[in-house]
């Protein structure tokens, strides 16, 4: 059985100006995958996956999510949005919010739902991520590693098939980097469909399906975690991983 | 039995004071209303809505407050249809053209406090909104505006305390507030030092009232407030 493309990029193209950061991109996401994108910075990584939700406009090529044309006029952005999770390398909670306030915001004033069926989800999510207890806190009060877990929580609110993961641990002290991850990981064991933009190895070894090798606006490499990182056959995928490696 | 002043004296003064806050009440929610509007319409795209915004602002920053309420009082009349004149004339004109004048001017003055609060916030808080899904309005309305708001609110209530304090003003075009009748009795009576001194414990039980209220608010729109005890 083959499984359904959920995310397709075809000969896609951007430029900042004169300068191109992405360069004819071509790759497809299937539902259930887990997809890590890493590269040198200023590769193109983050363009590539802003582009999914369409926080980043494309030159030209197409891009589709679940078959809808991302960047073709009259898609309803507001609507496809919905369908796409996105959490943030700098959290973005909504600092005049409680925590709980931040998960059951969209589904209460975007998706319209009811506010005790969004606070029974936003609960459960919460408690997925290991924070049931601080329902009632604001994001000020909460560490890094705590408030990107709401942020995901609050990504997940939305009950979005696919969720983006832009650096998620970068701007994170060392050791609040593994209670994101492990959140992270227990999200893909569950099946979600998930790209991660990120630079950490050992989550990419453990749980990911596929890892995406980007270098000057082109994917250079598309293979899985263990050719990646056991064979790699590219001098500048050496180079990288030696470098996030620490070998100098 | 007097205390200070004859009863009839301190029910003028009280009538005055009655205005004064009423004017002030009006002028007040009037001014936050435009407010808003004036920095939706500058945050467009449009160069004509910026230019007129600017324009409207630079007036009422640059001109006194006396001849903008004089200006209302005595010249715009002039401008108007016969028949709302008319029923201005009938429905007490100074103190409706005092309310409009003094909103005019407070407006500008929170417009300008309401656009450094929105220039506050950063844009990855939009972002973070159009992400989830929120068009351009929910973002403003769920996520910049309150937060701009909440930045905005000490600077608005200085301009509240100021608009309150320039209802004075409006005894220049007659309308009969706390300071007209101040005069009123301090004309009829020479008990100068008294009715000042009245006057003026008067206009700082109000100043203190808001100034109260201000930070009430202040405490309240702090998020996570009860938290701090226990931290």
């Known amino acids: ?248 | 039995m007097n205390f200070l002043l004859p009863p009839d004296q301190w029910a003028m003064l009280f009538g005055g004071l009655r205005t004064t806050i009423l004017l002030f009440a009006i002028a007040w929610i009037g001014a936050f209303a435009l407010a808003l509007i004036l920095v939706i319409v500058r945050a467009t795209d449009y160069r004509v809505c910026r230019w007129s915004v600017d324009a409207f602002v630079a007036y009422h920053r640059n001109v006194p407050l006396l001849v903008q309420v004089m200006f209302w009082y005595f010249a715009m009349p002039e401008l108007l249809p016969e028949g709302i004149r008319f029923w201005l004339y009938d429905h007490n004109a100074e103190f409706c053209l005092a309310a409009i004048a003094l909103a005019l001017g407070s407006a500008a003055y929170q417009a300008e406090d309401i656009r450094s609060g929105l220039r506050a916030i950063p844009g990855t808080q939009f972002e973070a909104a159009r992400a989830l899904g929120c068009t351009y309005m929910e973002t403003m309305r769920f996520i910049v505006v309150p937060q701009a708001l909440r930045i905005s609110l000490p600077p608005l209530v200085g301009r509240a305390l100021l608009l309150f304090k320039n209802t004075s003003i409006a005894m220049a075009i007659g309308v009969a507030e706390l300071t007209y009748r101040t005069r009123e009795i301090e004309n009829l009576t020479f008990n100068t030092f008294t009715i000042f001194g009245i006057a003026t414990v008067l206009y700082l039980l109000g100043t203190f009232s808001l100034m109260a209220f201000g930070s009430w608010l202040e405490r309240r729109a702090t998020p996570g407030r009860k938290e701090r005890h226990h931290a």
């Open chain 1, 1 to 248: 059985m083959t499984q359904s493309v959920i995310v397709r990029f075809d000969k896609v193209n951007k430029w900042y100006g004169q300068h191109q950061v992405l360069h004819d991109v071509s790759l497809e996401v299937k539902k259930g995958e887990v997809v890590v994108v890493c590269g040198p910075s200023g590769s193109g990584k983050s363009t590539l996956i802003r582009t999914i939700n369409a926080l980043e406009p494309i030159g030209n090529g197409s891009l589709t999510l679940d078959g809808i044309a991302v960047h073709a006029k009259g898609t309803d952005l507001n609507k496809l949005r919905q369908s796409v999770g996105f959490v943030f390398q700098q959290f973005n909670l909504f600092p005049h919010m409680s925590v709980l306030d931040n998960v059951t915001f969209a589904p209460i004033r975007i998706q319209k739902r009811s506010r005790a069926e969004a606070e029974t989800l936003a609960r459960d999510l919460l408690a997925r991520v290991g924070l049931a207890e601080k329902a009632g806190s604001f994001p000020g009060f909460l560490s890094g590693g705590q408030q990107q877990r709401v942020a995901i929580a609050r990504a997940l609110a939305l009950q979005p098939p696919v969720i983006l993961f832009d650096e998620p641990t970068s701007a994170l002290d060392p050791e609040m980097v593994g209670e994101v991850l492990q959140v992270m990981k227990a999200l893909a064991r569950d099946g979600m469909t998930m790209i991660c933009v990120t630079h950490e190895m050992g989550f990419a070894r453990e749980v990911g399906d596929r890892v995406i090798f980007m270098d000057q606006g082109r994917v250079v490499v598309d293979t899985t975690p263990d050719l990646f990182f056991d064979a790699p056959d590219h001098p500048r995928v050496k180079r990288f991983l030696s470098d996030v490696r620490g070998e100098h």
